[in-house]
C-alpha cells in the first residue's frame, strides 16, 4: 500500500484544516478492512496516534484531540481524512497517515499553528 498524506499548512491558533491521504497499490475490498490512522510527531517528542478509523468505521482518538478532530473515511475513493478544528499551538507537527495491514506510512504533512 502506498499512501500520500497532504492538506497541512500554517494557521493561527483557533482555525481549522483538513488532511487527507489518498491509498494507491491496494484494491478497494483490502482498503476497506484495513485499520486506517493518521499520527502525529512534534519536533524533540516522539511520534504518537492522533486518531484511527476500522473498515467498519468504528474510531478512537488521542486523548488531546478528542472533541475538536474527526476522523472519517472514503471507501470509493480509497481516501481518510482529518478534519482538525480549534487548532493549538500544541498540535504543531508532522502529520502521518498509516495503513494497519501493510503497516505502510505516508510521506507526512506539515501542520504549524501560530498563537
Known amino acids: 500500500v502506498q499512501l500520500q498524506a497532504f492538506g497541512g499548512g500554517l494557521v493561527q491558533a483557533g482555525g481549522s484544516l483538513r488532511l487527507s491521504c489518498a491509498a494507491s497499490?491496494?484494491?478497494?475490498?483490502?482498503?476497506?478492512?484495513?485499520?486506517m490512522g493518521w499520527y502525529r510527531q512534534a519536533p524533540g517528542k516522539e511520534r504518537e496516534l492522533v486518531a484511527d478509523?476500522?473498515?467498519?468505521?468504528?474510531?478512537n482518538y488521542g486523548d488531546s484531540v478528542k472533541g475538536r478532530f474527526t476522523i472519517s473515511r472514503d471507501s470509493a475513493r480509497k481516501r481518510i481524512y482529518l478534519q482538525m478544528n480549534n487548532l493549538k499551538p500544541e498540535d504543531t507537527a508532522v502529520y502521518y497517515c498509516?495503513?494497519?495491514?501493510?503497516?505502510?506510512w505516508g510521506q507526512g504533512t506539515v501542520v504549524t499553528v501560530s498563537s
Open positions: 498509516r495503513s494497519t495491514w501493510s503497516d505502510s
Open positions: 478509523i476500522t473498515g467498519s468505521g468504528t474510531t
Open positions: 497499490r491496494t484494491i478497494t475490498s483490502v482498503f476497506n478492512r484495513d485499520t
